[in-house]
């Protein structure tokens, strides 16, 4: 009995010490030297935690620019798969301005958005944006933001800090018929250089069916309007946006040379001139000349179906025009990944091929220097010079109308001038209206 005891406890040793064995068996090492468990967070790593951006955009030109900033996005998804942005298309500059602010007012505001580069001070009146300043550190600073116009970053600034990025942006540029210039026996390769010029020219070109200018004066009035006063003055507000400058001799004089080409002149339809249907009518042959975007460049190209020139505006005392368009803001109220994530996609619509290729695309101004030495824009721009007259004019470009309150302010200044045009108030009543409504609208900001 004692005999098959001690057999049974050996044999039960062995047993232990085989398993034993068994647990001790050396595991294979990771082939890059990390521990098993390591190996599995590195796992984890790849499957990060999806950030979901919701990206507001406006349209403001003709052509299919709806499938260009999807494709754009989709792009930017495909290169980070951890980033969802969710493009909404929210309408003219206007609406979207409303749906922005509308969102900051009930707590849930767009991640990310393209706005006016004048609703800078709006945006900050409302506490609804973030500066960049720590996003652009990280990219190098000053040497990040010099590859921007300086004319673009005027809007995008102040009192230190930068709160936008540009991205599509414009200065307003005159689109000439050549052949209408042809048949009026002008010089095709030479459009007006001055005001004096500009009625006379568009004399000759006004016939039955067609009138030798068009000014837009929907939506943007104000931004036509600061053409005349840099062209023959100075600007419409003060850098930090707490003043206007409306009620001046010069800007007198400017509106009544704009009022005179309808009214005096005959060269161009009176009353409200709608935004949209400038364009239009250049491209059938309803107007010789007109003042537009040069947002709006490359559907003109497109669709034209003449020769046709662009340049500078013309000028009074000097060349002149305000930039415009929209820039990136990214905003408060969203949590720091998707502000994060928010920059990686201002930085990617902004790079210098893709600044190349947006304004190609749409016939906005690329916002970078760089994106002019690229293969494919000197390509472009050897074939086409006309895609580089708003670029050379921001030589004489300033910020366009932005001050606090700007609503309310820039409202004032456009309703008073739809006013004039539509002739039931004179240049100086107007002015000097348009002025008390400013003042009284910024006086929070100036105590």
């Known amino acids: 009995m004692r005999s098959f005891t001690k057999t049974m406890l050996l044999l039960c040793l062995c047993l232990t010490l085989i398993a034993g064995c068994a647990k001790s068996a050396p595991t ?4 890059n030297g990390t521990s098993g468990n390591a190996g599995q967070e590195e796992q984890q790593g790849a499957k990060e935690e999806q950030v979901e951006l919701t990206f507001y955009y406006p349209i403001a030109v003709g052509g299919p620019l709806t499938a260009t900033i999807e494709g754009m996005a989709k792009e930017f998804m495909e290169q980070n798969p951890n980033i969802v942005v969710k493009p909404v298309y929210t309408g003219s500059y206007a609406d ?23 609703e800078l001070y709006s945006m900050l009146d409302m506490d609804a944006i973030i500066p960049l300043d720590e996003f652009i550190a990280q ?10 116009y300086p004319a673009f970053m005027a809007n995008s600034q102040t009192e230190g800090k930068t709160y936008s990025i540009p991205f599509q942006r414009s200065t307003i540029v005159l689109y000439y018929n050549k052949e ?12 007006p250089q001055t005001w004096e010029e500009m009625a006379e020219y568009a004399k000759k070109l006004t016939k039955e069916g067609q009138w030798g200018l068009e000014i837009p004066v929907s939506g943007f009035a104000y931004w036509m309007m600061q053409t005349f006063a840099l062209q023959n003055g100075k600007n419409l507000m003060s850098e930090d946006g707490k003043q206007a400058f409306f009620d001046t001799p010069e800007n007198v004089e400017g509106l009544q040379y704009w009022v005179d080409l309808a009214k005096k002149d005959k060269v161009m339809p009176e009353g409200v001139i709608e935004w949209g249907t400038v364009p239009s009518d250049f491209l059938e042959g309803k107007t010789a000349m007109m003042y537009h975007t040069t947002g709006n460049l490359t559907n003109v190209k497109n669709n034209a179906k003449f020769d046709f020139g662009v340049s500078f505006l013309p000028q009074k005392k000097n060349y002149g025009s305000p930039t415009g368009g929209g820039n990136f803001y990214i905003f408060k109220g969203i949590d720091r990944k998707k502000q994060e994530a928010a920059w990686k996609f201002v930085k990617f619509m902004t790079e210098t091929e893709r600044a190349a290729e947006w304004s190609i695309d749409t016939g906005y101004v690329a916002v970078k220097k760089s994106a ?12 086409f010079p006309a895609a580089v007259v708003a670029r050379d004019q921001l030589e004489y470009a300033a910020a366009e ?11 004032a200044l456009s309703d008073q001038l739809q006013a004039v045009l539509t002739g039931s108030v004179s240049p100086a009543d107007a002015l000097k209206k348009a002025q008390e409504e400013a003042d009284k609208a910024l006086q929070p900001f100036n105590k």
Not at 99 to 117: E, F, H, I, R
Not at 181 to 189: E, I, Q, S, T, Y
């Open 28 to 31: 294979a090492e990771p082939s």
């Open 96 to 118: 979207t301005t409303v749906k922005t602010q509308a969102g900051v007012q009930g707590g849930n505001p767009p991640d990310v958005a393209v706005l006016l580069s004048t």
């Open 139 to 148: 990219e190098g600073g000053d040497a990040y933001l010099s590859d921007f």
């Open 180 to 191: 209408a210039f042809r048949a009026a026996g002008l010089d095709p390769n030479k459009p």
């Open 372 to 383: 002019y030495e690229t293969e494919r824009m000197k390509k472009y721009t050897a074939d």
């Open 401 to 411: 109308l932005s001050t606090h309150n700007n609503g309310k302010v820039t409202k």
